[in-house]
């Protein structure tokens, strides 16, 4: 409500030329006409008056240079860089003009904020990046403008996660190249000892698994030793197991000695290997051979513990 009391405050007052002398109204009016990129009106109430393009208002303490940058307002950023205008201020949460455009895929405010030397290297609170902001929302076109910028294709954010993590977890198949192809480490892994593999197969993203996999990744365990079919079993994304055991034949052991397992409910074992087994004849005998034999394999240990058990309990009764 206050917001909106202060916009509309902010429009009536601008059938003048000349800003309110409150700051914070001054704001709100000059940010209406940013959102709809009215560069000359805004230049003509900057030219008329003493107000900061720099000043922050509302809650989340941002620029006019954050909402030109947010909306793609190029003509209103570009004439706020020339009057003065921080490319790299940071808002409440931390983020810069050049996070807002990488997020929202602005190319124009972003090439122009890397042309007045926007810090590429910034992190907001959480550790982000302007390349990781490009990497979730799968801005391919975008990264090939930031390389230049950038130094570390495999800068971490706060949770150790690169760029090449947050694509592969989103299903950019293009973007996930294009990292690998400006040198992404494959295997990077972040502070639970997650690659870009465990990510992608933790959101059954089989696509980016497949890449991934064909650019040697290579198989491990994280800091849980979960694997990367773990994750794939567990959640039941069956088409991500077939791409594993595609590239990796030899988790086929594995993937049937889960059913021993407790973690791995059974209807996703269920749905990932009924999925398996309508890929092919083949597949579908060995599957239920390797299943069979695992139940026998079980059906004897318990019987053996059984035997124990009576074994004990008739040698206690004898002492009694």
Excluded at 90 to 114: E, V, Y
Aim: aromatic share 6%; net charge negative.
């Amino acid at each position: 409500m206050e917001f909106l009391q202060h916009l509309a405050h902010s429009l009536r007052s601008a059938r003048t030329l000349e800003l309110p002398a409150d700051n914070s109204s001054a704001f709100y009016m000059l940010m209406s006409m940013v959102i709809g990129n009215q560069h000359r009106s805004v230049l003509d109430l900057l030219n008329n008056s003493h107000f900061d393009v720099n000043y922050t208002c509302d809650r989340a303490h941002r620029s006019l240079m954050h909402i030109a940058a947010n909306c793609g307002s190029y003509e209103c950023l570009s004439m706020l860089v020339k009057k003065g205008g921080d490319v790299n201020c940071k808002d409440m949460s931390g983020c810069t003009p050049l996070h807002l455009a990488a997020r929202n895929g602005q190319r124009k405010c972003l090439i122009k904020l890397l042309e007045h030397k926007a810090d590429v290297n910034i992190r907001n609170n959480e550790g982000l990046t302007a390349i990781h902001w490009l990497a979730v929302n799968g801005r391919t076109e975008l990264l090939h403008d930031l390389f230049q910028y950038v130094s570390d294709v495999d800068v971490e954010d706060a949770q150790g996660q690169t760029a090449l993590h947050v694509a592969c977890q989103n299903g950019h198949k293009s973007t996930v190249q294009c990292l690998l192809d400006h040198g992404a480490d494959i295997n990077r892994k972040n502070h639970y000892g997650w690659t870009p593999l465990h990510f992608a197969c933790s959101h059954g993203q089989h696509d980016t698994a497949a890449i991934l996999l064909s650019r040697g990744a290579l198989f491990c365990a994280n800091k849980n030793n979960k694997t990367p079919l773990d994750l794939c079993v567990e959640c039941g994304y069956s088409e991500t197991c077939e791409v594993l055991l595609h590239f990796t034949p030899k988790l086929f052991d594995e993937l049937i000695q889960l059913v021993r397992s407790d973690l791995v409910k059974e209807p996703m074992l269920v749905k990932v290997l009924g999925y398996l087994s309508s890929q092919g004849e083949a597949l579908a005998d060995r599957i239920l051979r390797h299943l069979s034999e695992e139940a026998s394999s079980i059906g004897y240990s318990l019987l053996r513990k059984c035997e124990t058990c009576c074994v004990v309990y008739l040698y206690s009764c004898e002492e009694v």
